[in-house]
Each structure stands twice: as structure tokens, then as C-alpha cells.
């Protein structure tokens, strides 16, 4: 039973001219012999550009991390198979992150479904619960190039819905393959239909006591610049984790914005003020401080506003939930306009004060991770920071200061895996013409090698900056490090063993060894914002950063209690 391949490519011809029309401009594509058809058809779509992936799930990190910095859906094309299971875990994220991708996997006709055939398994709702939209397609060629049009308006709509995210289209194909030269006729593209809206939320309760909470988002200049009049109109001060867009750019020169939520919310200090209300953005802070402390003081109003769903609620302590757009919200939320407060001023000078207490700290301790975060908050001018998860988050959410610089940080706190972060900062880099460095520990690079071996080939300015303590640092803050009866050192930091200097001729990068501030700084001057890959290695000890985090934590309840 064979298809038409004229009929086949009229219908992927018009399916990709209208994501082309709908706002995509990049298909992400992995080669394979089933998915033929789809790449020729993307590759002769004018307005598309085509990047091509030799590892399915690092194609997929690429693509989210384009996403992200370009704020365009990203369509990806793969073969059938375990080819299409690797786009999983970018799924996944890009699914908690609401970051809209178009994945479409070819796939064997029905006829060859279920029959032991090569490179067949079933793909029908592959990704389960962590997509917008599953669509098994009709085998390609089927139909008329009309629905294939009405099915890409579809899945774009859903994609950048209100709750935009990933949409999975498995697409069957019958051989022959292979397209037939000359174009199909010209296609008229449908008309897309205007984006739905929300309605306007409920107003804010009217007391000065209250505490804007920003957890990670991917919100734009238009979002950071409303939740910074929110902030700057109610008084309210806005506590802002290192991936919420709001703790670094011009406006925290008049707003209200909050560093070191981490160290405040461990102190006493915090148990005494006490806010009215809480208003929690977005996902989950990084900080496990403010978790505990909402554990401990139960504020009476605690809000959750989002737009993916996931209104995070670990402390059992919200008692309300808002389903819209963060930024979207601040712009229409009815709000009290107390402005500058005492209760204002009593969180700023707290704040002031402990960054004051840890930029001293840093200063004077061993050269480690919070030097290391010391060194890429110093440059000046636009940065994109891709900060990888485990250890790098953490350590940036304790030690970077609130400033006005144009610092952008991205994180992959969706899902909070350590999957894809190389990938995702080449697509970061690729897709913004700032400059682009990605923070990360050497387990998380290890675990995207494959991934790292593509930057060059896809043309990424990319500056890696790897802190390195031979295995997963994080886990040597586990209680159980300290047990008699437990290789802790073994079971969980699982030391690797490997020189990091060796990945940088595989993957045609400069190499830089860092091993003090003086180093780090001549490193990063010499890498960040010129052409090609670098790795700069700096080895660090986990010893000390559990040490210095707790150093950091109890600073900061001292100088609390002395000051403000």
C-alpha cells in the first residue's frame, strides 16, 4: 500500500507554511529515514530556518532554549522510534515552564503497526499527561492540503494558548518517501484566529502589609515592568528569585526588590514580620527557606497567581488561587496604592543589610561557588546566564545581589532536572545577540556531552563556566553525609574520576583553568561575548560551600538582629 509523495508533500508543504505564518520561524530536526518527508517539506518552506541534531533529546533542549530567549513556538522533527522517546525529558520541562513547542514524530503507517516492523513502537499519546494537545494525524497524503493548514492553526492555538506549552503531532507516512521535485501548487494560508483572553482578577486586599513573592518566569519586558509597578504602587516589596526576570535590570532602581530572600527567611527576623498577604508568582521560588517559613507563620492571605497550573502550594499554606499571565495580572489587578511604607522600608533595609553582611562574607572566604557567582554578576553591559540546576541555582539564589544591570537569567525550573542544560544554553545563545554564559556544575555537563559536541556546528558564541567537585556537590547537604554507616562520598557524590580539560578538543572549545578570582576574572574577559565555545573549568571543593552556606545563614540572623 504506497501514498502519493506529491500528494504527500502539498499537504507538509502547507502544514509549514502555516506554522511559518502562525509565528514559527525554526524547525529543530533529527535525521531519519521515516521523518524524509517532513524535513524536505520544512527545509523548502520559505521562512523557516533548519537546524539538524544528531541526539533527539539534545535537539529538543536546543529548541526549548531557542524558545525561551526568542519568546517564538519552536517545531521539532524526528524519526520513528526511540528517536521520538528522547524528546521526553524537554518535554517534560517545556511542558511545567510553559514554553510552546510544536514536536511532531513521523511514524509508521497502521498497517505496519504491531507487526514487529523496524523502528516501530506506539506512539500514540507518547508524552502522556505532559502535553497541551496529542493529535494522531491521518497517514500523510491522505487528505488534502486544507486539513494539514487547519491542523497546524490548531496546534498552534493550543500551543500559545493561555496556558501555552508542547503539543505532539505523531504523523504516520507510507513509502515512498522520497518527495518528487517540483513544487506543489501554491496553497492559501487560512487565517488564524486571535488568541483567547482572561478576565480581569479580583483585586488585591487593601493593607500596606503585604509581600510579593516572584518565583521563576518567563516573563517579558512588559511583564517584569508591571509586577515592578505593582510593587512600586502597593509598597509591597517584591522577594525575587534569581529566575524570575525581576532581581536584576533598570527597574529595581525604583522598586521595592528583594535578593536575599533566602538568608531572610531563615532568620528570626522574618518570624517577626509577618505580611497580611502573600502574593506567590509563577512557579516554585528556589529558595527552601521561604517554604519553611511559610510552614512556621501561616500568613492569613497567601495567593497563588499563574496561568500553567501548577499554583505550587508544598507548605498546605495558600488560600487562594488566580489561573492568569503574571504580568498580564499586574497589569490588571486593582491594587492598594500605599507606596513607600514603613513595612517598605523595614524589608529594603533587611535586604541591604544581609547583602551587605554576604558581599563581605564572599570576600573573605576560600575561593568557591559564591566567588564564582561574584565574578559573572561583575561584568558590565546585556549577559544571558543560563544556570544549570542542583548546586548553580541554589548558589546563585544565596549570593547574587539585586542590581540594575541588564542581566537575564534562564533555568530550566519547570521539571528542575539536570537534562539538556548545554543544549538549552546553545539555544539561548543561537537565538539572542547578547551574550550568553551558562553556569553549571560537572555532573550536569557530563550528562549533555553529546549535546555540548554541537555547539560549534550550530554556530553558538557560548561561554561555559563549570564548576567542578568531581561529582554532585548538592548531595553533600544531605543530613545523612554525616552517618557512620553510609558511603555517603560513593553512593551520592559519585565522584567521576574525570580531567574536564579533555572535553574541550572533542568539542572544539578554548579551555581556561580558573582557580582563583584573578583567574575567573581574566577567564571570563576573554571568553564572554566572543565567537566560539569556551569552557572555563574551575574546580572547586563541596566541603566548603556547604560551609560558607551555612556561614552565609547564620550572618544573616546576626546582623538582623543588630540592624533593622
Known amino acids: 500500500m504506497n501514498t502519493d509523495p506529491a500528494a504527500t508533500q502539498a499537504a507538509l508543504r502547507a502544514f509549514f507554511a502555516q506554522l511559518a505564518a502562525g509565528g514559527i520561524a525554526h524547525v529543530a530536526v533529527s535525521p531519519g529515514s521515516r521523518s524524509t518527508p517532513l524535513t524536505v517539506a520544512a527545509d523548502r518552506t520559505d521562512g523557516l530556518d533548519l537546524s539538524i541534531h544528531l541526539d533527539e533529546r539534545a535537539g529538543a533542549f536546543f529548541a526549548l532554549g531557542l524558545a525561551r530567549t526568542t519568546r517564538r513556538p519552536v517545531a521539532l522533527a524526528c524519526t520513528s522510534g526511540t528517536a521520538a522517546a528522547n524528546y521526553l525529558p524537554a518535554v517534560v520541562e517545556a511542558f511545567h515552564s510553559g514554553v510552546p513547542l510544536i514536536v511532531i514524530t513521523a511514524d509508521r503507517p497502521p498497517e505496519l503497526q504491531g507487526r514487529g516492523a523496524p523502528q516501530t513502537i506506539d506512539q500514540q499519546n507518547l508524552y ?42 505523531n504523523w504516520p507516512f507510507r513509502e515512498p518517501l522520497e518527495p518528487p521535485d517540483e513544487d506543489p501548487a501554491p496553497f492559501d494560508l487560512l487565517a488564524v484566529p486571535a488568541p483567547a483572553t482572561r478576565l480581569a482578577p479580583p483585586a488585591l486586599p487593601d493593607t500596606p502589609r503585604g509581600l510579593l513573592v516572584a518565583g521563576p518566569m518567563d516573563l517579558d519586558d512588559a511583564g517584569i515592568a508591571t509586577v515592578a509597578d505593582l510593587a512600586t504602587r502597593t509598597g509591597w516589596p517584591v522577594v525575587a528569585d534569581p529566575a524570575s526576570g525581576l532581581r536584576c535590570g533598570p527597574h529595581v532602581e525604583t522598586t521595592p526588590v528583594l535578593a536575599c530572600g533566602e538568608h531572610l527567611f531563615r532568620a528570626p527576623w522574618a518570624d517577626r514580620h509577618v505580611p497580611d498577604a502573600v502574593v506567590q508568582l509563577g512557579a516554585m521560588p528556589t529558595s527552601k527557606a521561604y517554604r519553611l517559613w511559610l510552614e512556621r507563620t501561616r500568613p492569613a492571605t497567601v495567593i497563588t497567581v499563574d496561568h500553567l497550573g501548577r499554583h505550587p502550594d508544598a507548605a498546605l499554606a495558600v488560600t487562594a488561587r488566580i489561573d492568569h499571565e503574571p504580568g498580564a495580572w499586574a497589569a490588571s489587578v486593582g491594587a492598594p496604592a500605599h507606596g513607600t511604607t514603613d513595612w517598605t522600608s523595614d524589608w529594603t533595609t533587611a535586604d541591604r543589610t544581609v547583602a551587605g553582611a554576604i558581599g563581605e562574607l564572599i570576600a573573605d572566604a576560600p575561593f568557591d561557588e559564591p566567588s564564582v557567582v561574584a565574578a559573572i554578576d561583575a561584568p558590565v553591559g546585556p549577559l544571558n546566564l543560563v544556570v544549570a540546576n542542583s548546586m548553580p541555582i541554589r548558589d546563585l539564589d544565596a549570593f547574587l545581589p539585586a542590581s540594575t544591570r541588564p542581566l537575564r537569567v534562564v533555568a530550566n525550573r519547570g521539571a528542575n532536572g539536570i537534562d539538556g542544560q548545554a543544549s538549552t544554553a546553545i539555544g539561548v545563545a543561537v537565538g539572542s545577540p547578547d551574550p550568553t554564559v551558562l553556569l553549571t556544575g560537572d555532573l550536569t555537563l557530563l550528562h549533555d556531552l553529546s549535546g555540548l559536541t554541537a555547539a560549534t556546528r550550530l554556530g553558538a558564541d557560548l561561554t561555559i563556566v563549570v564548576v567542578d567537585n568531581d561529582g554532585g556537590g548538592i548531595f553533600s547537604f544531605l543530613p545523612i553525609v554525616d552517618s557512620p554507616t553510609v558511603d555517603h562520598h560513593r553512593l551520592f557524590h559519585t565522584p567521576h574520576g574525570l580531567d574536564l580539560a579533555h572535553i574541550a578538543p572533542l568539542c572544539g572549545a578554548s579551555y581556561h583553568r580558573a582557580t582563583d578570582r584573578a583567574s575567573l576574572d581574566s577567564a571570563l574577559a576573554a571568553t564572554v561575548g566572543r565567537p566560539g565555545l569556551h569552557i ?25 538582629e543588630v540592624g533593622p
Do not use: Y
Open 128 to 169: 502522556g499527561t505532559h502535553v497541551r494537545r496529542f493529535v494522531e494525524a491521518p497517514v500523510a497524503g491522505t487528505e488534502p492540503p486544507e486539513a494539514a493548514a487547519a491542523l497546524a492553526v490548531s496546534l498552534l492555538g493550543v500551543a500559545l494558548g493561555t496556558a501555552p506549552g508542547p503539543v505532539h503531532l
Open 536 to 560: 572555563v573549568h574551575v574546580p572547586v571543593d563541596a566541603g566548603t560551600n556547604v560551609r560558607l552556606h551555612r556561614e552565609a545563614a547564620i550572618v544573616s540572623a546576626s546582623v538582623l
